[in-house]
């Protein structure tokens, strides 16, 4: 009911960044593996034009901007769409380059308008490395090119237009979401160690096909060589998973 009562008065003031409530809900995370450094991004997005491509890079052609306060991220265009053979851009895609290999990552997001696929909505660490994919039978936690799912949350169902407020935790080969009034994924996987030579780099996310994105209150550290001193008894209280293999792995052709 809080939540929406300051969604209402947010919209009718014209407004689209989230609300003082949901900044607190995002103040509440705080890391349970990592211990954070140095501030490699950071934005609240308050002073509105053209997005930093150094900093936010577009994906597929989609069209990102700063906007009401979040940073919003649209389709491609109709005339990019028709000339193109794929990667059309149907759902705004984006990605953080400089996000280190080993990361502390905290931000809101939101997803609205457009329809879910067999894939997207997603965001994702490492481009298919670590990838959580929102989807109305739960939340996901997918790694290897989404060959193998290592975590999920079966009743954290996905909510078109809801603020999810998540920090993300990358060292070594173990990786940990946390969601404010949502579930904590963990997993450990050899993959998680090899991001910072797996292509193309960093946070990514991907919004519904024909939808927005919206993101506020980005905040990417660096990360200490030690752990939190508490992380071996914490690692220990999540939810034993067995990977499952939930797609098959495409085979590489031979080069002529």
């Not at 969601?179 to 991001?195: I, M, N, Q, S, V």
């Not at 939808?211 to 980005?218: K, P, Q, S």
Request: aromatic fraction near 10%; include cysteine.
């Amino acid at each position: 009911m809080l939540y929406r009562f300051c969604l209402l008065a947010v919209c009718s003031l014209g407004l689209i960044s989230i609300s003082k409530a949901e900044e607190a809900s995002l103040d509440s995370l705080k890391p349970i593996m990592v211990q954070p450094g140095s501030v490699v991004i950071q934005s609240d997005f308050s002073k509105a034009g053209v997005a930093n491509k150094a900093d936010w890079a577009p994906r597929q052609g989609t069209r990102w901007a700063i906007e009401d306060g979040v940073l919003r991220g649209r389709p491609s265009s109709a005339e990019y769409q028709a000339k193109k053979a794929d990667h059309k851009g149907y759902e705004p895609r984006m990605s953080v380059p400089k996000t280190p290999a080993e990361f502390m990552a905290k931000f809101s997001i939101r997803f609205t308008d457009g329809s879910t696929t067999a894939i997207v909505p997603f965001i994702e660490f490492g481009h298919h490395v670590a990838r959580v994919r929102f989807t109305a039978q739960g939340t996901q936690l997918l790694a290897d090119h989404e060959i193998m799912l290592v975590a999920e949350a079966k009743d954290f169902e996905y909510e078109p237009g809801r603020w999810y407020h998540a920090l993300a935790e990358m060292k070594g080969d173990e990786f940990v979401i946390q969601f404010a009034d949502g579930p904590t994924l963990y997993a450990k996987h050899p993959l998680f160690a090899e991001a910072a030579t797996s292509g193309a780099s960093g946070f990514g996310t991907a919004g519904p096909k024909g939808g927005l994105v919206e993101i506020d209150n980005m905040a990417i550290y660096e990360v200490k060589p030690s752990v939190q001193k508490t992380w071996s008894q914490s690692r220990l209280k999540f939810p034993k998973f067995t990977p499952v293999q939930v797609k098959e792995p495409k085979v590489k052709k031979a080069k002529k």
